[in-house]
C-alpha cells in the first residue's frame, strides 16, 4: 500500500521544557539483526526493532528469499534462520529495498556469494540516485556478475559460483565494510578487512557476528572474517538510535532554561561524533547510566540549554562517527556566533540527497552564509537570525535528515518552514513528531 504524502508546517519557536523521552529504536542495528538473523543456524529473537519503512523493506525482501519471519508482539521478531548460502528466489525475483542504503549494499553483499542468486536488486527513487559502483566493484572482487556493470540501482546481479575471501582496505563507509564482511562470511578461505586507526567507520555487524564462536578475529586495526563458519542464532534488544537522538538534543542545547533525558541510547563510541564535537565547544551533555548489551554500549543522555558554545570545528576524523548528523549539526553551527567548519564531507554528497548542497539552500533561506567545497563547509552563525518575511521551503527532497533538521531550525529561530513529502522521515523516525509534540513543539500537517 502505498504511502500517504503530507507536508509539515511549523512557525512557533519552542517554549523551554524539561522532559524524559525514549526515541525510536536504532535502525543500523535493526536491519543488521534481521539480515544477520536470517542467515543464522536456528531461531533468532529481536525485541524493541525499529518499525520503520527501512525495517520493513528489509523483512519484505527476506521473506521473498525465503526466510520466515514472526512478530511476537509490538517491536518483537522471531526469525526463522537458515544458515549460510540458504537465502534462494526464483530467476529473477526483484527485491525492494526502498529508501536503505544500508539494506541495499549489505544484501547484496550476502546475495554475492550466495549460491545460485539471479535477480534485480532496487529500490525508491531517492536510492537510485545512490552511486553503486564501489559496492559493485567490491563484490565483483568475490566473483558475482552485474549485469552491464553499471553504477546505479537496479542492478541483477548474479552470484559467484566460487566465491574466494579478498581483501579489502576500508574507508569511511560502514555498509561497504559490512557488505565485504557478510560476503566474506560464505567464501572459501578468510576475507581481511584492514582499517585506518582514526578513521574507523561503526562496527555493528562486527558486534552481532562476535556473539559467533571462531566467525572474526578482530586485532587492532584487521578485521579477519573466517568463510564458512556457522553463525549463531541472535538474542538481543535494540537500543534506541543515537542518530534520531540527535535532533532533540539540539534542540534542548538552544533553547532558552530546558532540559531532556533521554533514555536507553545506544553508545556505541563510533556513533557519537555529534556528541563528542558538541561537548568539546561547550554543550552540556553527560552520559549516565552506562551498560553493555550485546558488544554494545548503552546508557542515557542528559542534555541542558546554557553555557558558552563555541563555533564548531570538526576535522576529518570525526566523519565515520557523525555521518548521519552532519545536517543537524549545521543547523547548530546557524546558531552559534562565528565561522563553524567542517571538513571531509565529499562522502555527505552520496546520502539520501547531497545534504551539504540541501543544507547550503536552507541556510540561505535565512539569511545565514554557507560556503561549500567538494569536501568542506563553513558556516558564518548568528545569536540573533532575523525572522521577519522569512520562510523555509523543502520541496520533494525524500531525505528523512533534511525534513527533521528543518523542523528543528524552525523551532529554535520561529521562521515559518514548510517541508513537503514528510513521510519520508518515517523511514527512520517513525516517532518524530508525536515527540516533538511531547516536549512542546507546535506544528501543523498538511495532506498532499
Known amino acids: 500500500m502505498p504511502r500517504i504524502s503530507y507536508s509539515v508546517i511549523s512557525k512557533n519557536r519552542i517554549d523551554n521544557f524539561n522532559k524524559t523521552i525514549e526515541v525510536d529504536s536504532d535502525k543500523s542495528i535493526s ?177 552481532l557476528l562476535l556473539k559467533s564462536p571462531g566467525v572474526l578475529k578482530i586485532k587492532k586495526n584487521e578485521i579477519k572474517v573466517f568463510g564458512k563458519t556457522p553463525l549463531e542464532p541472535l538474542k538481543l534488544s535494540v537500543p534506541g538510535d543515537p542518530s534520531s537522538a540527535a535532533f532533540f538534543c539540539a534542540i534542548t542545547i538552544f533553547s532558552k532554561k530546558s532540559s531532556l533525558k533521554i533514555k536507553n541510547i545506544c553508545l556505541n563510541p563510533r556513533r557519537l561524533g555529534f556528541y563528542k564535537i558538541l561537548k568539546k565547544h561547550g554543550a552540556k551533555i553527560k552520559f549516565k547510566n552506562i551498560k553493555k548489551s550485546f558488544n554494545e554500549t548503552i546508557g542515557d543522555v542528559h542534555i541542558k540549554s546554557g553555557g558558552k558554545i563555541k563555533p564548531i570545528k570538526a576535522n576529518s576524523s570525526y566523519y565515520p562517527s557523525t555521518a548521519d548528523e552532519y545536517v543537524i549539526l549545521a543547523v547548530c553551527a546557524a546558531m552559534i556566533p562565528g565561522v563553524s567548519i567542517f571538513k571531509g564531507i565529499s562522502d555527505l554528497s552520496n546520502k539520501e540527497s547531497s545534504r551539504a548542497h ?16 567538494k569536501n568542506e563547509m563553513k558556516i558564518f552563525g548568528s545569536k540573533n537570525i532575523k525572522i521577519k518575511n522569512k520562510t523555509i521551503r523543502v520541496s520533494n527532497l525524500l531525505d528523512h535528515r533534511i525534513c527533521m533538521a528543518t523542523i528543528c531550525l524552525s523551532l529554535l529561530t520561529g521562521i515559518k518552514s514548510f517541508v513537503k513529502n514528510f513521510e519520508t522521515v518515517d523511514t527512520s523516525s517513525p516517532s518524530f513528531l508525536k515527540i516533538i509534540k511531547l516536549i512542546g513543539g507546535k506544528y501543523e500537517i498538511e495532506k498532499e
Request: charged letters at 25%.
Open 31 to 207: 536491519i543488521r539483526a534481521f539480515l544477520i538473523g536470517s542467515i543464522s543456524q536456528g531461531v533468532s529473537e529481536v525485541k524493541n526493532i525499529l518499525e520503520s519503512d527501512d525495517v520493513f523493506s528489509t523483512i519484505n525482501c527476506l521473506k521473498k528469499l525465503g526466510i520466515k519471519i514472526k512478530k511476537t508482539r509490538k517491536k518483537n521478531y522471531i526469525i526463522y534462520g537458515k544458515g549460510l548460502g540458504s537465502l534462494s528466489a526464483k530467476k529473477n525475483t526483484k527485491l525492494d529495498c526502498g529508501n536503505s542504503g544500508t539494506l541495499a549494499r549489505l544484501l547484496v553483499g550476502i546475495l554475492s556469494t550466495t549460491p545460485n542468486i539471479n535477480i534485480k536488486i532496487t529500490g525508491d527513487k531517492s536510492l537510485k540516485k545512490r552511486n553503486m559502483s564501489k559496492l559493485i566493484d567490491l563484490m565483483s572482487r568475490f566473483g558475482a556478475d552485474f549485469k552491464k556493470n553499471k553504477s546505479y540501482l537496479p542492478v541483477n546481479i548474479i552470484s559467484s559460483s566460487m566465491p574466494l575471501g579478498i581483501v579489502y582496505k576500508s574507508g569511511v563507509s560502514a555498509q561497504l565494510k559490512s557488505a565485504v564482511i557478510l560476503a566474506g562470511l560464505n567464501s572459501y578461505g578468510f576475507t581481511k578487512v584492514e582499517e585506518k586507526g582514526e578513521n574507523r567507520s561503526r562496527n555493528h555487524t562486527e558486534n
Open 358 to 373: 540541501e543544507m547550503k539552500k536552507i541556510l540561505g533561506q535565512i539569511g545565514i552564509k554557507c560556503k561549500l567545497s
